[in-house]
C-alpha cells in the first residue's frame, strides 16, 4: 500500500475515508447509472425498497464498526470498550440525521412544487443534490471537527444552541414553514439575476444551448431544473446549521460524524418518494425531534461539564441517549399515525 494512504486524517487512515467515498460512489452509480437511467415516476412500493436497501447497509456498517473499526481513543472519554461505544454512537447519530431529514423532505417538496419539477424528473434532481450535500457535509464537519477537538468548550455552545432550538420548536409547535415563500429567498433572487434562465424545463437537462437574446450566438442557459437543484443544495446547507452541531453532540469522531451524516442522505433522498405525499401522518415528529435536541443538548452539559469538569454526577452512557432518542422518535412516530388515523377515519361533521 502507498505510504499516503497510511497517513492518518481525523484518527482514520487516508485509505479508510478512500474506501468509504469508494463505495458511495459505487452505490450512486448503481442507482443512476444502472437502476435508474430512464426518468420515471420512482412509486411509494419502490421508494420504501431503496430506502430498506440503505438502512440494511447501515446496519451492516454498523457491524464493521463493531467487528472491525480501530476507534481513535482521543474522541472518547472512557478507554474501554472503544467499539461498544462507536457503534452506539453512530446508530443514534444515523437516527437522529434521519428524524432531522423529515423536515428536509417538507421543505424539498415545497421547492419541487414551486419550479412544478416533473415527478419524472424528481429522482434526477435529488441524486445530483446529494452529490452535493455530500460535499458539503464534508467540508462542514471537517472543519467542526477542527473547531470542536481544538477548542473543546464550543461544545457548550453547541449545547446550548441545541437546547435552544428544541425548546423552540416545541414551544411553536412545529416552526413556520408553512410560510415560506420562495419568490423572496435571497439565493434565488441572486441567481435569476445572474444566470440566463430558460422559462421551461427541457426535458430533464440541466442547461441548454440557446441564441443569445442580443447577439443570437448560441450560449448556454441554465433551465429551472439546474435552480431546483441549487436551491434543494441551499436546503441542506441550511438544515446543516442544525445538523451538524447535533452529530457533534453525539460523537467527537469525524469518520462516524461523516458516515452516519451520509447513510442518513442517502436515506432521505429514497425516503422522500415514500414519505412527500404522507408527509402530515408525521405531524407530531418534531414534538419528539425537539426533544431529542433538548435531551443531546443536556447530555454535553451533564457529560463535560458536571461530570468530566465538575466530578458531581456519574457519567451518562452512550446506551441511554439511543435508548431515549428511539423512545422519543418512535413515541411521536406512533403517536402522529394514530392522532392523523383517527381523524382521517373520523365521521364528517
Known sequence: MPEFLTVEYAGQPVWLWFAFLAFIGFLLWVDLGLLNRKDGVVSPRKSAIMWASFASLAVAFGAYIFFAYQPDPQYYNDPDNLNVQATIQFATGYLLETALAFDNI???GMVFTFFAVPREYQHRVLFWGIMGAIVFR?????LGAAIVNEFTWVLYFFAAFLIFTGAKMLLSGGG?????????????KFLRKRMRVTETIENHNFVVRRPHPATGKMVLWGTPLLLCVIMVEAVDIIFAVDSVPAIFAVTRDPFIVYTSNIFAILGLRSM???LAAAIERFKYLKYGLSLVLVLIGLKIFWNFLLYKQLHLVPY???QWSLMLTVAFLGGAILYSLWKTGAKEHAPPG
Do not use: A, K, W
Not at 464534508?138 to 471537517?142: A, K, N, Q, T, V
Not at 413556520?176 to 434565488?188: E, G, K, R
Open 106 to 108: 417538507f421543505v424539498i
Open 138 to 142: 464534508g467540508i462542514f464537519i471537517s
Open 176 to 188: 413556520d414553514d408553512d410560510h415560506m415563500d420562495l419568490n423572496d429567498n435571497p439565493v434565488l
Open 272 to 274: 422522500y418518494f415514500m
Open 316 to 318: 451518562l452512557e452512550p
